[in-house]
């Protein structure tokens, strides 16, 4: 039972180029969607999250867009870089009052390998 | 601050074999995670804590093994190691689970079981 669906599985970007990564969700006891990115090599480290109360957020170059009626989010890189190529991650909190064995539990999507080319 | 570090960062195993893979914290979190992942399956959650002697099962948690002994290391022990183990590893800490926690993660340990 996948909670988390990301696509697509991977993408490619020319330079200067916009990259959007796409993610639903199936669980409305979800309610923080953090986006992780992992470089080869490494662990994943968290890049940007937001909270279900706002449509949208933006950190630099990076912005998610949160569609809760339709429990979507996605993730924009606007102006791609080479350095922006990794993988990234959409991931879901459940709600702190959920209880049962899913709080404080990190719900990953399948992944995202981006490449972006000079 | 090191963070979160692994040991080994490569390790190849026979059938059956065991091993203990290593993970230390040095930012007094309380709460520590095993995940393993594998090519398009994301990261799937195999094991937590959230103290010192408290450990309880993620997602898929057979064929491991964890404690928790001090604050600072959640080693995950495979026994009989199976061709299925063949994935990278990752641990993860973060100071508490609440919403908004976020967790900081290792550079993972590549394990293949031949």
């Known amino acids: 039972q996948q909670q988390v669906k990301q696509s697509p599985q991977s993408l490619i970007v020319q330079k200067g180029g916009i990259s959007i990564i796409n993610c639903a969700y199936e669980?409305?006891?979800?309610?923080?969607f953090p986006w992780y990115q992992q470089f080869p090599g490494k662990g994943p480290a968290l890049l940007i999250a937001?909270?279900?109360?706002?449509s949208e957020k933006k950190e630099g170059r990076f912005t998610i867009s949160f569609n809760k009626s339709a429990k979507q989010f996605s993730l924009h890189i606007m102006d791609s870089q080479p350095g922006d190529s990794a993988t990234y991650f959409c991931?879901?909190?459940?709600?702190?009052?959920?209880?049962?064995?899913?709080?404080?539990?990190?719900?990953f999507g399948q992944g995202t390998i981006l490449t972006v080319h000079p | 601050n090191a963070g979160v570090t692994q040991t080994p960062k490569f390790r190849i195993l026979k059938i059956g074999q065991s091993m203990t893979l290593q993970c230390a914290q040095d930012?007094?979190?309380?709460?520590m995670y095993w995940y393993r992942q594998d090519p398009g399956m994301g990261l799937k959650l195999i094991y937590y804590?959230?103290?010192?002697?408290?450990?309880d099962k993620g997602e898929v948690p057979n064929g491991y093994n964890v404690s928790r002994s001090t604050t600072e290391d959640f080693p995950l022990r495979l026994e009989l190691a199976a061709p299925s183990q063949t994935s990278v590893y990752f641990c993860?800490?973060?100071?508490?689970?609440?919403?908004?926690?976020?967790?900081?993660f290792g550079p993972g340990t590549r394990l293949l079981v031949l």
């Open positions: 993860a800490s973060s100071y508490s689970r609440g919403t908004q926690e976020t967790q900081y």
């Open positions: 669980n409305t006891a979800f309610d923080y």
């Open positions: 937001i909270r279900p109360d706002v």
């Open positions: 991931a879901a909190y459940p709600q702190a009052n959920a209880g049962g064995t899913s709080y404080g539990k990190l719900t």
């Open positions: 930012m007094n979190h309380n709460y």
């Open positions: 804590s959230v103290g010192a002697g408290i450990t």
